[in-house]
């Protein structure tokens, strides 16, 4: 089975760094990834590691690492906008178009 | 990049209906295709996977009886809520992919009333 651990919560100011953490647990890792969701809306691609370390897009970053079966997104510069719901989701080993979500992070950015 | 385009965005029915929703792929054909099912402030969970050709695969827990899912061409799938009940008002995204890279599409936000 698949088992995906975030916090249910983070708040932060803007300009700010965030980092949101991710554990899982799974029977097949092909690569982590992570989308950004808004109220209402349908999840939207962000960043993904298929191999240990660092990814980084602009002002969002990804980490893993296979052996701790870990990963992290960090925002940086945070904004208004990024206000919103973050999961990581496992990529199916046997079918890479299959993802399992996590949890899922609501970040809430103050003025 | 590819779009996947759902259809309708929006639902309601009255219980003991029936509701299709309709998944495409608009720039690329996808085998496989998969339905996901979100409560409000929950995750996404994967409900099945949707063969172009062969019977759909459901995850632990699917009733696949109740969600019957059609994939009868490589751009089309179809997931139909038989017989809806209140509790199976949930936002319903269907995604598919490149082999590189999975996209969602809008989603259906199912009210049974």
């Known amino acids: 089975g698949q088992s995906l651990e975030q916090p249910s919560e983070v708040t932060a100011v803007e300009g700010a760094i965030v980092q949101i953490n991710c554990t899982y647990q799974?029977?097949?890792?092909?690569?982590l990834s992570w989308y950004q969701q808004h109220d209402g809306g349908a999840p939207t691609f962000l960043s993904y590691n298929a191999l240990d370390g660092l990814e980084e897009t602009g002002r969002f970053s990804s980490f893993l690492s296979r052996s701790d079966s870990y990963g992290y997104l960090l925002l940086q510069e945070l904004q208004m906008k990024d206000s919103a719901s973050y999961f990581c989701a496992v990529r199916d080993l046997y079918n890479f178009n299959k993802f399992y979500f996590g949890s899922g992070t609501k970040l809430n950015v103050k003025p | 990049g590819a779009v996947v385009s759902q259809h309708p965005s929006r639902v309601i029915c009255k219980s003991g209906t029936s509701v299709k929703i309709e998944c495409r792929s608009l720039?690329?054909?996808?085998?496989?295709m998969f339905w996901y099912r979100q409560f409000p402030k929950q995750s996404l969970m994967l409900m099945a996977t949707?063969?172009?050709?062969?019977?759909?695969?459901?995850e632990q827990g699917v009733e696949k009886d109740k969600f019957l899912i059609n994939h009868a061409s490589l751009t089309l799938s179809t997931l139909t809520v038989t017989s809806a009940h209140p509790e199976d008002s949930s936002f319903y995204i269907c995604s598919a992919g490149t082999g590189t890279e999975a996209f969602f599409g809008q989603g259906t936000r199912l009210t049974v009333v």
């Open positions: 720039d690329f054909q996808a085998t496989t």
């Open positions: 799974t029977s097949g890792f092909y690569g």
């Open positions: 949707s063969n172009e050709g062969s019977k759909a695969t459901y």
